[in-house]
């Protein structure tokens, strides 16, 4: 098992930024894939960026690619997000996640893992 718990987050003018962690802890090895998801109000929960543990490479989505980063700190199990030049369509509870794969997953259905999920709020 692999327990997950975010922080960060908030409230946020447009173009503002912010940054969210994701601590991990549990059963944690050396190659599983983390990744950020979003899910706004009545939508869809959304793929946001991924990264892979142990070689450190990323994949974003579209929409947040050139915005946002994704990052990881081995020593404190910690994946984070970073993100700037931010719009009210971004607003949504964002999910950190994690799985046992070496793989960028993009797919929600793939996870086995999730964090409680936080609300970021961008405003005008």
């Known amino acids: 098992q692999v327990q997950l718990v975010e922080s960060g987050g908030g409230l946020v003018q447009a173009g503002g930024s912010l940054r969210r962690s994701c601590a991990a802890s549990?059963?944690?090895?050396?190659?599983?894939?983390m990744s950020w998801f979003r899910q706004a109000p009545g939508k869809q929960r959304e793929f946001v960026a991924a990264?892979?543990?142990?070689?450190?490479?990323?994949y974003y989505a579209d929409s947040v690619r050139g915005r946002f980063t994704i990052s990881r700190d081995i020593a404190k199990n910690t994946m984070s997000l970073q993100m700037n030049s931010l719009k009210p369509a971004d607003t949504a509870d964002y999910y950190c996640?994690?799985?046992?794969?070496?793989?960028?997953?993009?797919?929600?259905?793939?996870?086995?893992?999730w964090g409680q999920g936080t609300q970021v709020t961008v405003v005008t």
């Open positions: 990264i892979n543990w142990t070689r450190g490479s990323t």
């Open positions: 549990g059963r944690t090895f050396n190659t599983y894939v």
């Open positions: 996640a994690a799985d046992y794969r070496a793989t960028l997953i993009t797919s929600v259905g793939e996870y086995a893992y």
